[in-house]
């Protein structure tokens, strides 16, 4: 009875997100935007002032990636995890923060996994309807609530075409082929837009192989006394090898996921009002094969792992701009609820399982979170200010209050100066809380990690130069890992007390006016965490990215033919136990070079990418190694 008055409750309440930010510029690069003015409920909120990261479309097709998860490694400042390829899960980190640590947005909307973070990048979208990705690196709590820990990342799908038609094709390396239709039509007032994408592949090793297909819509309704409406519907199905995934000891794993979502918006904006308004449903779907469709398995392993996770949020904020300044206050209201056979409380009655009858489920959790928000901000004359505070209720972790604020010096326009100190707060997921298998046990008793984050940076952007820098130093409490012991075969989750982070990011990007060169640039990331894994053996939190420097280099070579190459640089901290000698082995850093070659006209464009052309040896995670040298071609066609 009670799960059902939340969940009309929640379906019931209209709600409203302030998402102040920068229209991107078509430009070919990735962006630093200052983030003060405009509105847009796309934009991830920006009445903070630092800077935002952004990724524009023309820049995303001319990048040698295939997929979300290739497309943000190439981003400084982000680690990305992969345990497989083709986008079938990898783990995503900012600033050396845990892949529970960072919250994801489709257009605005929190579809952040509760269950686990190795979900987050399930996006039911395809690389190919990306307009643009924005990343807000540090604590964007105080406004997103939990999980906006370490960082925020908002993929933006909305297209201004009113009428497109285009096709994309592609095949390479280990029998991978992928296929995209979309289209859209629409005048002023309505648009639709909608694409099916399914990408296969035989993979680069034993059980690795995979099978994706999206289903993506989106409609969006602009009126002159109603504001404006925006429906999103999608589907995603994943299958794939998933060849020791969550333990090298038993290689022969498998994932199968399936993804439900829809969101409705609306935003209202009337001189010196702004009134926005979502809710919003996601739907996930996982069966976890240890071993794969029970080829050797073990005699104590009898049957699968299940899960079914249910979320549904509302959200509602208003702001007021008047010469005192900027004021937003907001409310956001999510359910977070999952069944399963192996996270949460015992069911006194077993509950049927809609995607498999023969294995219902016998444990649920449910957790309903309650925030509220207030920000403010204000520009004084070369001064902008801004300053919130947000606190979250939970019956079981209790209240959480988090908050802080910005400030920024712009004394042209060219220049800004800013300094940052924020708070937040992170909530432990399903399998944090309860997981238990052969190699793994969960502590139900974990309590909330907590973190304060300063940062300190600067950026120029003059003509055909660009360049910025920051510093952040990060004191997180209560940090959440799965650790090992020596004379432990299981990995336990438990809260770390301190770890403290130092980090350096910077970059600089030169575009050429004429001539051979397009442009070049060059990123640079440093991390430093205060803690080793010195008497057990860290998975996730103590395993980072120390290093990674990235130069870019695009070019023309003849006519419409020209060339994007991608050098890095990849040093990573910490270690795992290799399963063959059972001793530890540390992370060696490498070497990754890619290039993209294309030929574009008005209704077509041809590529062809090498990556790792290098045939670097290397693993993202434990001993997990990722494919040597590998080729993709493909066509895509547009009709307007």
């Known amino acids: 009875m009670r799960k059902t008055f939340v969940l009309s409750l929640l379906s019931c309440m209209s709600f409203v997100q302030l998402t102040l930010g920068q229209a991107t510029a078509d430009t070919l690069s990735v962006d630093l935007k200052s983030i003060d003015v405009n509105a847009s409920r796309n934009n991830l909120y920006s009445g903070m002032g630092r800077v935002l990261t952004v990724v524009d479309r023309k820049a995303i097709q001319q990048m040698p990636v295939q997929n979300i998860d290739e497309l943000l490694e190439s981003i400084s400042g982000i680690d990305i995890r992969q345990r497989g390829v083709g986008g079938t899960q990898s783990d995503i980190s900012i600033r050396g923060g845990s892949f529970d640590q960072v919250l994801v947005l489709l257009n605005g909307v929190n579809i952040t ?92 090793t034993d059980n690795t192989d995979y099978d994706i297909l999206n289903v993506y819509s989106q409609s969006v309704l602009r009126t002159d006394k109603a504001g404006k409406f925006d429906l999103q ?84 904020a208003a702001t007021l701009q008047s010469g005192t300044g900027k004021v937003t206050l907001g409310i956001d209201v999510r359910n977070e609820h999952i069944y399963s056979t192996v996270l949460g409380e015992t069911l006194i009655q077993a509950v049927d399982n809609v995607f498999d009858n023969n294995n219902p489920f016998t444990k649920e959790d449910n957790r309903l979170l309650t925030t509220a928000f207030f920000d403010y901000s204000k520009n004084i004359n070369s001064f902008y200010l801004s300053f919130g505070v947000a606190t979250t209720f939970n019956t079981r972790f209790g209240t959480s209050g988090f908050g802080g604020f910005d400030i920024a010096y712009v004394p042209n326009e060219q220049i800004r100066l800013y300094f940052s100190a924020n708070t937040a707060v992170r909530l432990p997921t399903f399998t944090d809380l309860y997981y238990q298998s052969a190699t793994q046990i969960a502590n139900p008793d974990l309590q909330p990690e907590k973190s304060k984050t300063f940062e300190l940076g600067m950026k120029y952007d003059r003509k055909n130069l660009k360049w910025g820098s920051s510093a952040f130093y990060r004191i997180g409490n209560n940090i ?69 420097a990235i130069l870019s280099v695009q070019h023309n070579i003849w006519n419409r033919l020209a060339a994007l190459w991608k050098l890095g640089y990849y040093d990573r901290a910490g270690d795992y136990t290799d399963f063959v000698t059972e001793q530890k082995v540390n992370y060696k850093p490498y070497l990754m070079a890619d290039i993209r070659l294309s030929w574009t006209a008005k209704r077509y464009e041809l590529y062809a990418d090498a990556n790792n052309l290098l045939n670097s040896t290397y693993a993202d995670f434990g001993g997990l190694t990722q494919p040597d040298r590998n080729f993709m071609a493909g066509v895509r066609l547009r009709l307007e």
Request: aromatic share 16%; hydrophobic share 35%; charged share 20%.
């Open 113 to 204: 996994d509760p269950q686990t973070g190795h979900y987050n990048l399930d996006i039911p979208v395809d690389l190919s309807d990306i307009v643009r990705v924005e990343l807000l690196q540090g604590s964007a709590a105080r406004v997103y609530g939990p999980n906006a820990f370490s960082g925020a990342i908002n993929i933006v799908t909305e297209k201004n075409e009113k009428k497109l038609l285009s096709a994309q094709l592609s095949a390479g390396s280990f029998e991978t082929f992928n296929q995209s239709i979309s289209g859209g039509i629409g005048n002023d007032k309505i648009q639709t837009f909608a694409s099916v994408t399914h990408k296969n592949s035989k993979g680069y």
């Open 233 to 316: 519907l999608a589907y995603q199905q994943k299958s794939y090898g998933a060849n020791g995934f969550y333990s090298l000891k038993y290689p022969n794993q498998f994932d199968y996921t399936q993804t439900f979502f829809a969101a409705l918006h609306w935003s209202y904006i009337r001189e010196n009002v702004n009134l926005t308004a979502q809710t919003y449903m996601r739907k996930h779907y996982d069966r976890f094969e240890l071993f794969r469709d029970f080829e050797g398995a073990l005699p104590f392993y009898t049957g699968h792992n299940y899960h079914l996770t249910d979320v549904a949020g509302a959200k509602a």
């Open 480 to 548: 959440i890992d799965w650790v090992k012991s020596p004379d432990s075969t299981k990995w336990e989750s438990k809260n770390l007390t301190n770890v403290n982070a130092f980090g350096v990011d910077a970059m600089a990007e030169y575009v050429f006016n004429k001539g051979f060169l397009k442009k070049t640039g060059f990123s640079y990331s440093y991390l430093s965490l205060d803690k080793k894994a010195v008497d057990f053996d860290s998975k996730y939190a103590l395993d980072y990215m120390k290093h990674k």
